[in-house]
């Protein structure tokens, strides 16, 4: 079992950078391939960043590629999604999520899920 907890959203301008934050507990932390996803009002959820179980490993949707970069801490069980030059475009929930294959992430499917926090990118 791993439970989630992201933190780190807020309002932004277009333009500046916001850094969101992934806890994790559970023993088995280091054994999961970590993502991103968001989900924008009134469209579906949508994968943003993935990072393998040693972070040796990313992969990012071409909609944030260059601007966000995601990382891990497994001596910390935190998942990190470094976000620059912010749009209005990226404003959505961003949602931690927990996968025992990597390759499952980029398909919005994930094993554990945090509750999400809300990013709001003003113009």
């Known amino acids: 079992q791993v439970q989630l907890v992201e933190s780190g959203g807020g309002l932004v301008q277009a333009g500046g950078s916001l850094r969101l934050s992934c806890a994790a507990s559970?023993?088995?932390?280091?054994?999961?391939?970590m993502g991103w996803f968001r989900q924008a009002p009134g469209k579906e959820r949508e994968f943003v960043a993935a990072i393998s179980w040693n972070g040796g490993t990313t992969s990012y949707a071409d909609s944030v590629k260059g601007r966000f970069t995601i990382s891990r801490d497994n001596a910390k069980k935190m998942v990190y999604l470094q976000m620059n030059s912010l749009k209005p475009d990226d404003t959505a929930v961003y949602y931690c999520a927990a996968a025992g294959t990597l390759r499952n992430l980029p398909l919005n499917r994930g094993d554990y899920w945090g509750k999400g926090t809300l990013v709001t990118v003003s113009s």
């Open positions: 559970g023993r088995t932390f280091s054994g999961y391939a």
